[in-house]
């Protein structure tokens, strides 16, 4: 099971911009399908980008045009970079790796078809 470290949030104003960073463990890391997810206070968990290893991207409506995920196999980091934040997109952000439920014909955004979870690392925006 791969590790997840998660890094890069933080506080800042609306328009503003943040990149986080997931580092994991593991040789495969480049096979695997990886995730951004967040969680806002009294909210479910929700699915905010995915990337395959073909490079296949996938984003919620709400972050399209100001999101970006990408990967760097080499270095086994996944990115987020978010632009133009939202006070909206407040909340604690995850990394997903593993999409194991993908052969039965789950959703990218579900949390329970991940079988590894970074700690989590908040994101502040205020107006």
């Known amino acids: 099971q791969v590790q997840l470290v998660e890094s890069g949030g933080g506080s800042v104003q609306v328009g503003g911009s943040l990149r986080l960073s997931c580092a994991a463990s593991g040789a495969t890391f480049g096979r695997y399908s990886m995730a951004w997810f967040r969680q806002a206070p009294s909210k479910d968990r929700e699915g905010v980008a995915s990337?395959?290893?073909?490079?296949?991207?996938n984003y919620v409506d709400s972050v399209k045009g100001r999101f970006t995920i990408s990967r760097d196999n080499d270095k086994k980091i996944l990115y987020l970079q978010m632009n133009n934040l939202e006070p909206e997109d407040t909340g604690m952000y995850y990394c997903a790796a593993d999409f194991w439920a993908r052969a039965y014909g789950v959703d990218w955004f579900t949390p329970g078809a991940y079988k590894s979870w970074g700690q989590g690392t908040q994101v502040t925006v205020s107006s």
């Open positions: 990337l395959e290893p073909d490079g296949t991207t």
